[in-house]
């Protein structure tokens, strides 16, 4: 309520400001290249990809360099995955269950889920993300046979070098109450591994917006997920 109440007062500000990211965030597309493959050698492993822009691949040209294909690549020498990724910009928790309700069932082993980005810009609050984080996950294992749930944390809004002040400071906020609740959803659900987005602050490391990861990102990302996966 303190984060609403502040973001309301500073309106004047943060409208404009948040148009302009919003614009210049739109500009990149997203990695060209299929949305589903083969890759490695081994015991099957069946990996759904679910996300938003950054799962997406927007920031570099093509899925090989992004998430899904780097997961793929990192888990390659341990199995044969047969992954597919289901993902698109401005996705939330509830467009995200939207979307895997209407996509046609199938069997997948683990599954990988990065949101909260868009659930925090538009000020989702903390029990309506927690009830559709759950859903999600539940989805997931009744329609889709899915065992495990990689849960990547929300990514620390207040370190995004694109977004200006004050708006990097509420957004930062709201990210952080987010991820704390999908921890605490994690200790309480079994089937849930996380992931923390806590990755060196490095300039080089983002896309041109400065809001999406580059290349030497997606590769550090999908090897911490690749990590967590191979744990069981």
Known sequence: MRDALRAALLSPVLVPQAAWVMLRAARLPEASGPRDGVAGEGPDLRLLIVGDSSVAGVGVETQAEA??????????????????????????????????????????DVAVIALGVNDAKNGMRRARWRRNYSDLVALLQDRFGVTRVV??????????????????????????????????????????????????????????????????????????????????
């Open 67 to 108: 998430l899904a294909g780097r997961l793929a690549a990192h888990l390659a020498p341990q199995f044969r995955v047969h992954w597919r990724l289901e993902a698109r910009g401005g996705a939330t928790t509830a467009t995200a269950l939207a979307d895997l309700a209407q996509m046609r069932r199938a069997q997948f």
């Open 151 to 232: 849960a990547s944390g929300v990514p620390p809004l207040g370190l995004f070098p694109l977004l200006p002040r004050p708006l990097r400071g509420v957004l930062g906020r709201r990210a952080a109450a987010l991820d704390g609740e999908l921890c605490d959803l994690v200790a309480r659900t079994p089937a849930l591994r996380y992931v923390p987005m806590a990755f060196p602050t490095d300039r080089g490391l983002m896309a041109a917006d400065g809001f999406h990861p580059a290349a030497p990102l997606y590769d550090l990302w999908a090897g911490r997920v690749a990590e967590r996966i191979r744990e069981g």
